[in-house]
């Protein structure tokens, strides 16, 4: 049975799902036998389009190419355009909700509404949105629960890389006492670029602007914002831990000098913006800062835009991951493995 999806929000990581939707259409359906209908696609700025029986995203795509707007798609018996996104979330027939609109990260709206509105009509929610899990993880965790349905939000991390679910599913059994990443791949390339050509911290930052790895305002970056929110969406969902965004202490990168980098290098140290949560004396400590990390490190040695994360557990010791931390296709690819968990879960178990 085909999975119906509706998109709220269609912009970069909407789009990259939609071709990779496309592209593995076949080989998901024959190692996974998963198969998806989008129905409905509902943005903002985009416009909204709902048809029960599915659209063609090829032709999706094509038309938001040529005009910018998804209302232009050609005309359909049982095509229905101008929904807002509520109504395309009560009122369409998708089983799973592709949250991924704009939204406000110091508030989460409108995308915690959206999952209170999905979650109360018995749909899925997957989504990259940072905002609602670190905010309201306890509070649509538990409509989720009560009503029988799925949160996935597994990019809201690491992208595609499996900060979430990776330590969840194989490391049970252990007890993670403290956590350590590198979550922002925006301020690891602006200390790396520092480190390696000797440039200032100005010059880094234009570059990382440049190549599209910091925004026009890179405030939310360069000053541990954005990891914030990943610090406390793990320590919610990896150790159970109900951290808020107010409990963890933050400082930015902005005032590392080279004079520092070349003092860490002396040192055999290297300047990391580390995002940490421990579990300590019965309490637990949670920060954002730059720190000089030791070489022999394993997060000394990540560079670039690379994210990288390390569990310290009591059975295992240290594990770490790395991998990408934003990009098109890796944050579709998120969303495309939270789907598969729910085909997973609703197929049934042969022995």
């Known amino acids: 049975m085909s999975h119906k999806l509706a998109f709220i929000g269609f912009g970069v990581v909407g789009?990259?799902?939609?071709?990779?939707?496309?592209?593995?259409?076949?080989?998901?359906?024959?190692?996974?036998?998963f198969e998806a209908t989008?129905?409905?696609?509902?943005?903002?700025?985009?416009?909204?389009?709902?048809?029960?029986?599915?659209?063609?995203?090829?032709?999706v795509l094509k038309t938001l190419k040529e005009t910018g707007n998804l209302e232009n798609y050609p005309d359909t018996p049982g095509l229905i355009t101008g929904w807002t996104s509520l109504q395309t979330i009560e009122?369409?027939?998708?089983?799973?909700?592709?949250?991924v609109s704009y939204t406000d990260v110091k508030t989460g709206q409108p995308a915690i509404d959206h999952c209170k509105a999905a979650f109360e009509c018995g749909k899925n929610v997957v989504m990259t949105n940072k905002g609602p899990v670190a905010l309201a993880y306890q509070e649509l965790s538990e409509i989720a629960?009560?009503?029988?349905?799925?949160?996935?939000?597994?990019?809201?991390?690491?992208?595609?890389t499996p900060s979430l679910r990776m330590p969840v599913m194989t490391l049970a059994g252990n007890e993670i006492k403290e956590i350590r990443g590198i979550l922002n791949g925006t301020t690891n390339y602006i200390l790396t670029k520092m480190e390696q050509e000797g440039v200032s911290y100005e010059d880094a930052l234009k570059e990382a602007q440049v190549l599209g790895y910091a925004e026009a305002d890179?405030?939310?970056?360069?000053?541990?914002?954005?990891?914030?929110?990943?610090?406390?969406?793990?320590?919610?969902?990896?150790?159970?831990?109900?951290?808020?965004?107010?409990?963890?202490?933050?400082?930015?990168?902005?005032?590392?000098?080279?004079?520092?980098?070349e003092e860490a290098k002396a040192e055999g140290k290297r300047w990391k913006l580390l995002a940490k949560v421990k579990k300590e004396n019965g309490r637990t400590v949670a920060s954002i800062a730059p720190e000089k990390v030791d070489i022999t490190d394993s997060l000394a040695s990540i560079g670039g835009a690379v994210n990288a994360i390390t569990y310290e557990c009591d059975l295992l010791g240290p594990v770490t991951l790395s991998g990408a931390g934003a990009g098109k296709t890796e944050t579709g690819f998120s969303l495309l493995i939270d789907l598969i968990n729910i085909n997973r879960e609703r197929k049934p178990v042969t022995v």
């Open 145 to 160: 629960e009560k009503n029988g349905v799925y949160w996935g939000f597994e990019g809201t991390v690491m992208s595609g």
């Open 218 to 261: 890179p405030t939310s970056d360069v000053e541990g914002y954005d990891a914030r929110y990943k610090i406390v969406i793990l320590a919610n969902y990896v150790m159970g831990i109900p951290l808020s965004v107010e409990d963890v202490s933050c400082k930015g990168i902005t005032d590392i000098s080279l004079e520092d980098i």
């Open 38 to 59: 989008v129905v409905a696609i509902s943005d903002f700025i985009k416009g909204s389009i709902y048809h029960p029986n599915g659209l063609d995203l090829n032709m």
């Open 15 to 33: 789009q990259g799902l939609a071709e990779i939707l496309l592209d593995k259409k076949e080989e998901l359906k024959q190692k996974e036998g």
């Open 91 to 99: 009122g369409t027939n998708a089983d799973t909700i592709i949250e």
